[in-house]
């Protein structure tokens, strides 16, 4: 049953949640329970909806990764949502937990990635090559513990595992991420990677109103000792 303690944003449009590691977004082959029907169910009961609960997907994160994800209520707010994602109107920011210190410690980083579906894998090269996408980010160092690094990571660009991929390409694999370079797993079979905060104007104004800035922080889990350890340093 999903917890409404997980909301962290709801208007008649939109609905921001936090994601717990190891959930899927949407149904996948696996028939594992996913956050997106949860919702649905959730609504259906709160709000006694008769019929089918309408709900769009506007993006996903990794099975492992934790953080905000954003769904839509309406058809007119998915629509418009997409059409920013292309645009690239909606700002995303990670926090990474890394096995070691980035060089230089603040920068931006360019690969280019080609997705591996046998291995479900993203191979990153110096340069493009046959399939390959560009994948762009920045990060900085925020803090560090006495063995883990605190990176925070501006997405500029959604590419299949883009920061995992690119912060193993540059010595720095996510704690537990096993995939990429982690020395060990995680206790919960998630990564330490957290979709921190999103930020956008809100796809619907009323009439002559302007549109709203939206701008959403989900805290970190708390089951975990070193998550909740970076977020007290940082407060």
């Known amino acids: 049953m999903f917890d409404p303690?997980?909301?962290?944003?709801?208007?008649?449009?939109?609905?921001?949640?936090?994601?717990?590691?190891?959930?899927?977004?949407?149904?996948?082959?696996?028939?594992?329970?996913?956050?997106?029907?949860?919702?649905?169910?959730?609504?259906?009961?709160?709000?006694?909806?008769?019929?089918?609960?309408?709900?769009?997907?506007?993006?996903?994160?990794?099975?492992?990764?934790?953080?905000?994800?954003?769904?839509?209520?309406?058809?007119?707010?998915?629509?418009?949502?997409?059409?920013?994602?292309?645009?690239?109107?909606?700002?995303?920011?990670?926090?990474?937990?890394?096995?070691?210190?980035?060089?230089?410690?603040?920068?931006?980083?360019?690969?280019?990635?080609?997705?591996?579906?046998?291995?479900?894998?993203?191979k990153v090269y110096d340069k493009a090559v046959t399939g390959s996408k560009e994948a762009r980010l920045n990060y900085r160092l925020l803090a560090e513990s006495s063995r883990y690094f605190l990176l925070e990571v501006e997405l500029l660009t959604g590419r299949h595992h883009q920061i995992r991929a690119q912060l193993s390409k540059i010595g720095c694999p996510i704690r537990g991420d096993l995939k990429y370079g982690a020395s060990r797993s995680n206790r919960d079979g998630g990564i330490s990677l957290h979709s921190r905060r999103v930020e956008f104007l809100h796809p619907v104004a009323a009439v002559g109103s302007p549109r709203q800035l939206i701008s959403v922080t989900a805290p970190v889990p708390q089951d975990d000792n070193l998550w909740r350890y970076f977020e007290e340093t940082m407060q």
Not at 54 to 78: E, Y
Not at 97 to 114: D, F, N
Request: proline fraction near 6%.
């Open 5 to 122: 303690q997980r909301i962290l944003y709801e208007d008649n449009h939109l609905l921001i949640v936090n994601k717990c590691a190891g959930e899927l977004v949407q149904p996948d082959p696996s028939g594992d329970p996913a956050l997106e029907d949860q919702i649905k169910e959730f609504i259906r009961r709160r709000d006694a909806k008769p019929g089918r609960v309408f709900l769009g997907v506007v993006h996903r994160i990794d099975r492992p990764v934790s953080g905000a994800v954003v769904f839509a209520k309406t058809s007119k707010a998915l629509t418009r949502l997409n059409e920013m994602i292309k645009n690239r109107e909606i700002s995303k920011w990670y926090w990474a937990i890394t096995e070691a210190r980035p060089h230089p410690e603040e920068g931006s980083l360019v690969h280019h990635l080609v997705r591996d579906g046998k291995t479900n894998k993203s």
